[in-house]
């Protein structure tokens, strides 16, 4: 008997050990067509943009022929690159910290203190981001702007990035109530006010909630597309990079210039990739913040 219970167990250690196996097995090859699915696109980016306009538009070919190194020369010249970097760059760097800064003394004011409309207020920040206004809003917007004499600056897109901080409230939101409330208690104790408990000891408590917000809102800012374009339209020295890739996509006499396009981008990439590989322990991080005694 014990021999075939021992056998019996065997077997149903066996059969354990197959379904994990193949779940893992199953879990690979998904994650390897997510991967393959997701960089794709970006390999055939960066080849593009080593090849002729001629070979990228007949699609002939998976590798350059010959790789032109020029084409990222002459995106970087006759998109302005260095101009609308730096624009791309001012804009995006003011609209995150804006970011950053409002919705983190909001998410601590929502979830620290009890006020009157404070579910009303929670619905409107969640109505902004699940009510799609796009192009609607444009307008209003401008006439704000222009009321403030900002429609020539490019602070006008700062603002409205800033505004448009819901996101980043909800994420922090949930950093927040992850923080205890005793730290507050024992700091109050100690005589410290609500704004010195938010600055000295929520917000480095905050910082991989910062972290991962910080990332999010510099993308959001560095793609703006459509803002950029109206309110920098009269202001050509005031362009970000992505209105900049939008004039390579046609050369002067008219021929579009796809492999130009496709450098442009390559090139408006590696600050992102340097934003994400600064941020990137945020995504790891936990916070682990507690009371010791």
């Given at each position: ?7 019996r ?29 997701t ?15 001629a ?12 790789w ?17 970097t ?42 902004t ?6 192009a ?7 006439d ?11 602070w ?29 208690e ?10 010195y ?12 909630g ?48 796809s ?19 600064l ?7 936990v916070?682990?913040?507690g009371i010791?005694?």
């Open positions: 008997m014990e021999v075939i219970a021992s056998t167990q065997q077997a149903a250690s066996k059969r354990i050990r197959l379904r994990k196996a193949g779940g893992r097995f199953v879990l690979w090859v998904f994650l390897t067509a997510v991967l393959i699915f960089l794709f696109p970006i390999v055939m980016a960066l080849l593009g943009s080593f090849k002729t306009n070979e990228l538009n007949t699609g002939a070919t998976f590798l350059p022929l010959h032109n190194f020029s084409n990222y020369i002459k995106a970087w010249k006759e998109a302005n690159f260095a101009v609308f730096w624009n791309s760059l001012y804009m995006s760097f003011f609209s995150t910290v804006g970011t950053v800064v409002i919705a983190s003394m909001a998410a601590y004011a929502v979830d620290r203190r009890e006020f009157a409309c404070k579910r009303l207020f929670l619905g409107l920040q969640a109505g981001m699940f009510v799609a206004m796009g609607i809003m444009l307008r209003p917007q401008f704000v702007m222009v009321a403030l004499h900002l429609n020539r600056s490019i006008a897109v700062i603002i409205l990035n800033i505004s448009a901080h819901a996101f980043a409230f909800f994420i922090l939101l949930g950093f927040m109530k992850g923080i205890p409330r005793d730290m507050d024992a700091a109050k104790l100690d005589g410290a006010g609500f704004g408990i938010y600055a000295r000891i929520i917000m480095p408590l905050l910082l991989p910062l972290g991962v917000t910080s990332l999010f809102a510099f993308r959001n800012a560095w793609n703006e597309y459509i803002m950029p374009l109206v309110f920098t339209m009269t202001q050509p020295k005031l362009q970000v990079l992505t209105v900049g890739l939008a004039n390579l996509k046609y050369s002067p006499d008219g021929a579009q210039q492999n130009l396009m496709l450098a442009g981008a390559c090139l408006s990439m590696i600050p992102i990739l340097i934003v994400y590989l941020a990137n322990k945020s995504f790891t991080q916070n682990t913040g010791k005694g």
